[in-house]
């Protein structure tokens, strides 16, 4: 059973371009969390998604970033004009339904975006 | 709203010390518990978690973690540590009530191991 997928591992981007990070979950899990780890910091949750749904957006910014999660296809967390300060290490995160899972969460091994 | 505080931010031990790592949560309910590991450049790895019944748990490689209600702590242990558990370890809360599904994180201990 494959664990939860990040692509790219790496990404470059120039200041003012777009960044897109792309997650599939586990198999049979229908939750998906992204986090933002900057450096020497913890993690900090962004957004909840279901399938087609946003649950909880509070930690996300209020602008240039998205996150989808469509029914077909991974989840796209989307930034847009990115900036020095959104250098970071983005982690998704998948669970199964919440009766069975308690808030255990699965992570992925991260995309780590460079701003230039 | 949950809050984990993690006051130990790096830490030393000798190949073969015990180990324990403190974590302090704050949480209005009964809360969901976690200790993770993370390695350079990797993601996260669950060690152990709590959710309720016994408050000594066993995790993977050979930790375990003890909720304490009355002092608000899930300390992380080992009885003795390997040269390969060098790595950044969080802490992390959940919320009990459905609706809250995320997971708030500690700033992390760093562990460094030495000969």
């Known amino acids: 059973n494959a664990g939860v997928m990040q692509n790219p591992r790496h990404l470059v981007r120039r200041r003012g371009q777009e960044a897109r990070l792309r997650c599939s979950p586990m198999?049979?899990?229908?939750?998906v969390y992204w986090y933002r780890q900057l450096p020497e910091e913890g993690l900090k949750f962004m957004v909840y998604?279901?399938?087609?749904?946003?649950?909880?957006e509070s930690g996300m910014p209020k602008e240039r970033f998205s996150a989808e999660f469509p029914k077909e296809g991974p989840s796209i967390l989307r930034i847009q004009q990115v900036v020095r300060g959104d250098s970071a290490a983005y982690f998704c995160?998948?669970?199964?339904?919440?009766?069975?899972?308690?808030?255990?969460?699965?992570f992925g091994p991260g995309t780590r975006l460079t701003v230039l | 709203a949950q809050s984990v505080t993690q006051p130990d931010i790096h830490i030393t031990v000798s190949e073969g010390a015990s180990l324990e790592l403190r974590c302090n949560y704050s949480?209005?309910?009964?809360?969901?518990l976690f200790w993770y590991v993370q390695s350079p450049g990797q993601g996260l790895q669950l060690l152990l978690k709590?959710?309720?019944?016994?408050?000594l748990v066993q995790g993977i490689k050979g930790f375990e973690a003890e909720f304490k209600r009355s002092q608000s702590s899930f300390n992380l242990r080992k009885p003795s540590v390997h040269w390969s558990d060098a790595a950044e370890y969080f802490c992390?809360?959940?919320?009990?009530?459905?609706?809250?599904?995320?997971?708030?994180f500690g700033t992390g201990t760093r562990l460094t191991i030495i000969p």
């Open positions: 995160a998948s669970s199964p339904p919440r009766r069975e899972a308690h808030n255990e969460q699965f």
């Open positions: 198999k049979g899990h229908s939750h």
């Open positions: 998604l279901q399938k087609e749904n946003i649950i909880d």
């Open positions: 949480y209005g309910a009964t809360p969901y």
């Open positions: 709590y959710f309720s019944g016994d408050t």
């Open positions: 992390a809360v959940g919320a009990s009530n459905f609706g809250n599904e995320k997971l708030t």
